[in-house]
């Protein structure tokens, strides 16, 4: 049972988060059903309280108790919830960070309702009562004390770069090519992830083609954006904008990741009310740029393996970037092979929304990728790309499960295998 | 000459990418008592920022970390 004072902190904030948004995807859901048969995760588990239109209702239901006459008179016929229903509380719980925020249900439903909104009310309620998701919030914290204290890494994580530029030098063959940190005024800050997966191949391509950049001290990935909690994901997020300028950089470039693309260009703002003073761009759309441009050339054709490619929800549904990645992919091979079906309509991965780095939802991501693997199955091919680290680690844990016999890469890592040099 | 640290649990985590080194550490950190030494080995270099900011923000400790060629060693011992 939850005491006085949450209780009243969870409706104050349900009471702050209904607005005109709110209120007309509450309103117009016709419960057509539409959104069931579009979720990956209802259409695999068969279990009613992952349809869209039920996460929405969880919300409903506490909006009637408080906020709706009917609902406050009459309860159990307008389904009105206390917002201390225990069950009610685990099933939002549940519901809210099992979703991976993929949005596919609101392209089939026939008002747009966005369910990711929803949640995100869902996300900003459980966080009043300090029932958020444990492991988002603490790699949401260690995020952020790595921006309070680089000196706790900076030493070590700068000596493992250095060994890495020999590496970059024989692959371009190009005796000055490096792994640049903290250069000022450079044109180019680019924000990798942790590991060197997301460094090495990315530097490869820049040294390559004579970019003028930098490399950020921090990661791409922003966990308080999973957790739903706008005030840490502002705080990671400003790491790197004050790196940007204390850099005095023209351009960001994030590195293939959906969510830390979207964070930067279009929630930070949004967060803020302050526009960056540099431009964001997407790496995968950096290197489609590269391309046309002539800074950097491909081979044609390494091998005759088919390579098929999937569409991150947060890079092209989310992100809208759904024609870079494959002009890529076209200008290395002729042996691209659609997944069906693609683009817009294209089947979550079952591992977004930080759902990859929530051990007690490892069970559940993998058996709700099974859609994806069917779809990856039907190509026969044996590269997949995706730029997307998440949508990667799980297309790692798919491959390994259900035998798909095939190659994951990330296009920075297919593109610098098979650059021209 | 440098002290040996004994540790109550020993965690391969290479190979692994981030940030889940950092997950399986916080995951098994209430596996060894208060006291308690966890020995982790891991290889993605992101695990350098990762697992130190991890243990000071949940009030944890890292005794010391080692680069030996490519496996970085942190010794994390539970504070709470």
Same mark, same amino acid.
């Given at each position: ?13 349900? +009471?702050?988060?209904?607005? &005109? ?50 609902? &406050? ?39 747009? =309702? ?117 005030? +840490? ?19 960001? /470039? ?36 590269? =391309? ?74 993998? &058996? ?7 779809? =990856? ?6 590269? /997949? ?16 499960k259900y035998g798909m016999d095939i190659k994951v890469k990330s296009m920075m890592e297919f593109v610098a295998e098979n650059l021209k040099v | 000459m440098t002290e040996e640290i004994k540790a ?73």
């Amino acid at each position: 049972m939850l005491d006085i004072e949450k209780k009243e902190l969870m409706i104050q904030t349900l +009471k702050n988060k209904v607005n &005109k948004q709110l209120l007309y995807y509450l309103d117009v859901c016709a419960r057509c059903a539409i959104c069931r048969d579009a979720c990956h995760q209802y259409k695999v588990t068969r279990d009613p309280k992952y349809i869209p239109a039920y996460r929405a209702e969880l919300i409903r239901r506490l909006y009637k108790k408080y906020f709706s006459v009917l609902g &406050k008179l009459f309860p159990k016929i307008y389904e009105a919830k206390d917002i201390d229903d225990e069950f009610l509380l685990s099933e939002l719980y549940q519901v809210t960070y099992a979703c991976t925020g993929c949005r596919r249900c609101m392209y089939y439903c026939p008002f747009s =309702i966005d369910t990711l909104h929803i949640l995100s009310v869902a996300k900003a309620i459980l966080l009043s009562a300090g029932m958020e998701n444990q492991i988002l919030r603490e790699l949401s914290d260690a995020a952020i004390m790595k921006g309070e204290n680089i000196e706790l890494f900076k030493d070590i994580f700068v000596t493992m770069l250095k060994e890495s530029e020999p590496e970059i030098r024989e692959k371009i063959k190009d005796k000055n090519a490096q792994i640049p940190i903290d250069k000022k005024n450079a044109d180019v800050l680019y924000v990798a992830l942790s590991g060197m997966h997301s460094i090495l191949p990315a530097a490869i391509i820049f040294d390559k083609a004579k970019i003028n950049w930098t490399l950020s001290m921090f990661e791409a990935a922003n966990y308080g954006y999973f957790l739903g909690d706008s005030q +840490k994901a502002k705080t990671i997020a400003d790491r790197i904008v004050s790196e940007a300028k204390r850099l005095n950089v023209k351009e960001v /470039i994030i590195t293939e990741c959906g969510h830390a693309y979207r964070v930067m260009n279009f929630f930070y703002e949004a967060w803020t009310g302050q526009k960056p003073p540099f431009k964001v761009s997407a790496l995968i759309d950096s290197i489609s740029r590269y =391309i046309k441009d002539g800074l950097i050339e491909v081979n044609k054709n390494p091998s005759s393996e088919i390579v098929t490619y999937h569409d991150p929800c947060q890079v092209g549904r989310n992100g809208g970037f759904f024609e870079e990645p494959r002009y890529v992919i076209n200008a290395i091979t002729d042996n691209f092979r659609e997944l069906t079906p693609n683009r817009t309509k294209s089947w979550c991965c079952g591992g977004g929304g930080g759902l990859v780095a929530i051990p007690e939802m490892d069970e559940f991501r993998i &058996k709700t990728g099974e859609i994806k693997a069917n779809q =990856i199955k039907e190509t026969e091919a044996r590269i /997949i790309i995706s730029p997307c680290e998440n949508c990667r680690l799980q297309l790692d844990s798919l491959n390994e499960k259900y035998g798909m016999d095939i190659k994951v890469k990330s296009m920075m890592e297919f593109v610098a295998e098979n650059l021209k040099v | 000459m440098t002290e040996e640290i004994k540790a109550d649990m020993e965690l391969d985590l290479k190979g692994l990418l981030c940030p889940l080194p950092m997950v399986r550490v916080s995951q098994n950190i209430t596996k060894v008592p208060v006291g308690g030494i966890i020995k982790a080995v891991a290889t993605d270099p992101g695990s350098l920022a990762d697992i130190p900011s991890w243990a000071k923000s949940t009030g944890n400790e890292v005794l010391k970390t080692e680069k030996v060629e490519k496996d970085l060693i942190f010794y994390i011992k539970r504070l709470k």
